[in-house]
T-cell receptor, first 116, second 112 residues
Framework: GAVVSQHPSRVICKSGTSVKIECRSLDFQATTMFWYRQFPKQSLMLMATSNEGSKATYEQGVEKDKFLINHASLTLSTLTVTSAHPEDSSFYIC????????????FGPGTRLTVT | GQSLEQPSEVTAVEGAIVQINCTYQTSGFYGLSWYQQHDGGAPTFLSY????GLEETGRFSSFLSRSDSYGYLLLQELQMKDSASYFCAVRSVYNQGGKLIFGQGTELSVKP
């Protein structure tokens, strides 16, 4: 199946700093990538939808200035958590689809962010 | 809006059959997907139903009834490795680019 990678897998940062998470589709071109956030024992909460070359579409309640998303190419999307706070500590997962009609999302392994 | 309901947890024994139900509310329903997630891991795709009926993939099957806004995932010949969280997710025709909305997940525990 298609492979999506994320980097880093784990990151610890101090309050007030920014952290960038990369999501790459390794063997296919991803027309659309999605960013999710997941707290322990909870569901995946969609944060934003990212299309290559255009601005991301954020879900209601997600601060676009805090969670900066860039989809610079068909294989790379980045999520930057700016001015991180302890409450931003979470598991961040990206996914990608190969086309608008594709129903299967390929998920990355996730990034565990801890803000101290 | 969109919402999905599924049981929070299910327990079964090895070799048994378990059914995880999912009811949904959405406008412009397009399809229902199922994903498996082990602790700390990435969700992996299990199945997708766009039309009524049963889809079978090995030990896993998924069913959809569009008129009842209901679906289920059936796991047969349960194995210990099937212990995981299972999510149903709905796709709406109005969701750009295939966006999925996930249910809260069902934690399946398989006992020896």
């Amino acid at each position: 199946g298609a492979v999506v990678s994320q980097h880093p897998s784990r990151v610890i940062c101090k309050s007030g700093t920014s952290v960038k998470i990369e999501c790459r589709s390794l063997d296919f071109q991803a027309t659309t990538m999605f960013w999710y956030r997941q707290f322990p024992k909870q569901s995946l909460m969609l944060m934003a939808t990212s299309n290559e070359g255009s601005k991301a579409t954020y879900e209601q309640g997600v601060e676009k200035d805090k969670f900066l998303i860039n989809h610079a190419s068909l294989t790379l999307s980045t999520l930057t958590v700016t001015s991180a706070h302890p409450e931003d500590s979470s598991f961040y997962i990206c996914s990608a689809i190969a086309g608008v009609v594709s129903y299967e999302q390929y998920f990355g392994p996730g990034t565990r962010l801890t803000v101290t | 809006g969109q919402s999905l309901e599924q049981p929070s947890e299910v327990t079964a024994v090895e070799g048994a059959i378990v059914q995880i139900n999912c009811t949904y509310q959405t406008s412009g329903f397009y399809g229902l997907s199922w994903y498996q997630q082990h602790d700390g891991g990435a969700p992996t795709f299990l199945s997708y139903n766009a039309l009524d009926g049963l889809e079978e993939t090995g030990r896993f099957s998924s069913f959809l009834s569009r008129s009842d806004s209901y679906g289920y995932l059936l796991l047969q010949e349960l194995q210990m490795k099937d212990s995981a969280s299972y999510f149903c997710a709905v796709r709406s025709v109005y969701n750009q680019g295939g966006k999925l909305i996930f249910g809260q997940g069902t934690e399946l525990s398989v006992k020896p």
